[in-house]
């Protein structure tokens, strides 16, 4: 599975600490990110992530853009709901696309540990 990882910063703790719990589920499948929490991804585990523009440079349009073309199958997007973002019309475009497309997005760690359990139960 293609799987594209994104936290806005008051988050990225909170997600390199996901990515590590499951590292072992990350490692067979093929990871994208923006370009902050793929760095900080990278320098916190041994993972490997194709690292697209940070967020509010354009980040979160190339992975909607991947949506859309049919090439993401999960994304998971640690959210700040707390704090206003430059780049909110980037945000709100890439969780359209993934409902235009329904594709998989979990906005939080409940959601996404959710889905990794059900994807590991299917051996996926
Ligand atoms: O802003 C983001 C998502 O909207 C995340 O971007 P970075 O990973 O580059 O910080």
Redesign the pocket.
Known sequence: MNIAL????SK?QEMIAFVKKHEEFFKQHTLF????????IMENTDLMIHRC?????G??QQIGGYVGEGKMDFVI?F?DPLTA?P?EP??NA?MRVCDVHQVPLASHQKTAEFIIKTLESEGK
Do not use: E, M, N
């Open positions: 994104i936290a806005h910063d990225k990110a923006t370009g902050t929490t793929g760095l900080k523009l940070s967020g509010p440079y980040g979160d997007f959210r973002q780049h980037d945000i890439l």
